[in-house]
């Protein structure tokens, strides 16, 4: 019995930013899109435009109180687990894509494995 509970705390989420969450100290880096920074774009980067703010409270509403079921696929350059991360079995990046906070970026989408999920979104 204690198993689904260590596991039901490893998948309890926060979101950092509108394509990161933490999970249990685990920072996750939403796979294939691109969301704008919370704290504004760093001189040298090409950023999103938009609200940053509004990005991390669209996903923290996705997340809130879902089943998260989290896909890792590898790591980037900043040490984060890159993923797939479903909440309620609804992929959280094609739900920030459809909900207008964030951009598909297919050179970030290993395998292509968010635009399978997400047609609807016209990527």
């Given at each position: 019995m204690a198993m689904p509970l260590a596991l039901a705390i490893l998948l309890a989420?926060?979101?950092t930013d509108g394509d990161t969450l933490?999970?249990?100290g685990e920072r996750v880096?939403?796979?294939g899109i691109d969301a704008p920074d919370l704290h504004g774009c760093r001189q040298g980067?090409?950023?999103?435009v938009g609200d940053g703010e509004a990005a991390r409270q669209a996903i923290?509403?996705?997340?809130?109180g879902a089943a998260l079921?989290?896909?890792r696929v590898g790591h980037d350059s900043y040490g984060r687990t890159?993923?797939?991360v479903y909440a309620d079995g609804a992929n959280a990046s094609c739900a920030m894509i459809a909900a207008g906070h964030a951009v598909y970026r297919r050179d970030w989408?290993?395998?292509g494995r968010v635009a399978l999920d997400c047609p609807e979104t016209a990527l």
């Open positions: 989420c926060t979101a933490n999970c249990g880096r939403l796979l980067r090409q950023c999103v923290a509403r996705l997340i809130g079921r989290i896909g890159l993923a797939v989408d290993n395998g």
